[in-house]
């Protein structure tokens, strides 16, 4: 144990930062999570963007996982036009530190 070391988050990455997936398929978001001190190094994923969902049928994330679910019924971006679902990462320790991923459904 170290006195006098800060304890901070760093920052925050997701890995793939960017990706494409089919509709009705999972995937799984992984995050980095970079501290000084003993700062907690878990994050909460969640949805900040999934313009294609339907209400009945959301697009999911579980927080503690990051396991992605894409509906079957999920409206695929248009090509020349993507509107992706974006998902963000934030950290645990400090809710002001996140990053988010974009991912491109087919």
Known sequence: FITGTPVAVSSVSVSPAESSISAGLTMNLQATVVTTGFANKGVQFSIDEAPGQSEENPVTIN???GELHIP???TAT???DPNPIVVRATSIYDDEKYNTATITVL
Do not use: G, K, M
């Open 72 to 74: 079957s019924d999920y």
């Open 63 to 65: 927080p503690l996982t």
């Open 78 to 80: 248009d090509t020349e």
